[in-house]
């Protein structure tokens, strides 16, 4: 030890037997020191995933698999380092290859389901389209003041089916003749109708439909050796279940109400209907 100091006054303090260091030696330590320091985080996290990568030999294979994923972690961090200034929080998103396959499984799943619910609705709404005709019997009831009596009633009808589910019909019903309560005497009436129908299938054969329309009603009444007429138009509608046999026969069940001023009758009656 000669007691001098450097030229900028610092001191330097050396183990026993050292051997001061070369300037240019000691220069390069320094520098590849403050490149460790600088190194960019994608960097040193890099060296980080290498250096616990699986050693060669009975590992050899996914050490293979691990490598390539090493060097996407590098390139997506080096990419947010870049954009950002830092490393970002975030993972490398992972391709799942399954994934668009099952959405693609669910979509094509969903579409078959909508076209086989249509094709069952079809086969349901199984009312041929084109002309029709029928005739029904059953049973007048009026419930007023002056009657309350019931008789046997006669209905024909046609019509024409635009679509499975709608058509029109045209009809004339007998209501029969029925007796007054207060006097001797009795009344007779029918009408001509013309009605919407609109048609609800429940199963391939079993249907139920509903009508509303208009009917022109005539009516005669006669007590005591008189004689009174009287006509009118007003509402009518009913509801009614139907059985298909075949494409072309069916059986109808049906009850109507036709409103004649102020009176009502009601109809329950069983058709046939025959198709073309």
Known sequence: ??????????????RPGS???????????RNEATSRRNAAPDVRHARQLHAIAPESGEGSENSAEFVPWVERRVRFHSLCFQAGGHRLEAR?????????NNK????????????????????????PVGWYAGAGVGQSM??????????????VFGGYQ??????????YTDFGEVDFDTAPGSLEADTVSLVAVGTLPFTERFSGYAKAGFHSWDAEARSAGLRADDDGTDPTYGLGLQYRFTDNVALRGEYSRFEMDD???????LQVRFDF
């Open 19 to 29: 051997t001061p260091p070369v300037c240019g030696t000691g220069c390069a330590d």
């Open 1 to 14: 030890m000669d007691g001098r100091r450097p030229a900028d006054g610092s001191r330097t303090r050396r």
């Open 263 to 269: 009176a009502d009758v009601d109809v329950a009656q």
């Open 104 to 127: 693609t499984s669910l979509l094509t799943a969903a579409t078959l389901a909508l076209a086989l619910g249509a094709t069952s609705l079809s086969a349901q709404a199984a009312e």
């Open 162 to 171: 635009f679509h499975p589910n709608f058509g029109v019909e045209l009809g």
């Open 92 to 100: 490398e998103p992972e391709k799942d290859p399954h994934g668009m």
């Open 142 to 155: 009026i419930d007023e003041p002056l009657i309350d009596d019931e008789d046997t009633a006669f209905q």
